[in-house]
């Protein structure tokens, strides 16, 4: 059962206990198959949609990667990947940003919506690293970046859900509002789930909140939060571009 979690061109084993490490390896197969899924699957839709779900497995596949460096780290170094994480994510998350725009050409979005997203979604993700990266230690300064960073998330939650990027979905209507639907409630329940890792992982809690006692067990729950986050996330806002994809095409063909 243990060979299991020997991966491939790395033996060392995971111990049962490890769930950081368990989730990373779960995490990565499951990036790899999702990827595999939707490359297989680019063939079957027409121009207008390939890029979409050609995206949709980018984003997976870079997960993947860093899912495959993020484990041998945390197995090796003992530490969280912090790192490799905000690379991972300040590339996937424009990229999602991009799936916004990319299912709303219909409608007529324009490439200054794509980077207006992509442009908060980076500052988001800087001052985030900010926060666990360069003010480790220093619970003042980590509030203060968390701060910043949860307020350029909620300029991305208001665009997609009451800005333009609204009005071009229900311009669209069809498949693509609904997918757009989906999308926005991901953005506003499925990444609401990174502040609470950040928060897990601040030494002593953050906002008063006390969760967990030393800093080990803070890191190692702030990182199977953010594992859990991924999976759903990056698979999930894949799926729903892929099924909106069949879904408008098979509506063409009838
Ligand atoms: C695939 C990776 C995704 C969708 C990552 C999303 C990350 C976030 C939405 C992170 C948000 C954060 C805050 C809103 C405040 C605290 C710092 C962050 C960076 C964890």
Sequence with gaps: MNNLFYAIGDVSKIATDDYVGFTFFVGSMAMMA???????????????????????????????????????YWDQVGESPTFFRYVDWVLTVPLMCVEFFLILRVAGAKVGL?????????????????????????????????LISGIAYFVIVYIVWFGEAKKLAETAGGAVLKAHKVLCWFVLVGWAIYPLGYILGTEGGLFGLQLVSDIDA?????????????????????LVVYAAAVASQTKVEA
């Design 34 to 72: 999702a990827s595999a899924f939707f490359f297989l699957s680019l063939n079957q839709f027409d121009k207008k949609w390939r890029t979409s779900v050609l995206v949709s497995g980018l984003i997976t596949f870079i997960a993947a990667v860093h899912y495959f460096y993020m484990r041998d």
């Design 114 to 146: 794509m980077w207006k997203l992509i442009f908060w979604s980076v500052v988001m993700l800087v001052t985030g690293y900010f926060g666990e990266a360069i003010a480790i230690g220093n619970p003042t300064m980590q509030w203060v970046w968390g």
């Design 218 to 238: 803070a890191q190692m729950s702030m990182n199977v939060v953010y594992n859990i986050g991924d999976a759903v996330n990056k698979i999930g806002f894949g």
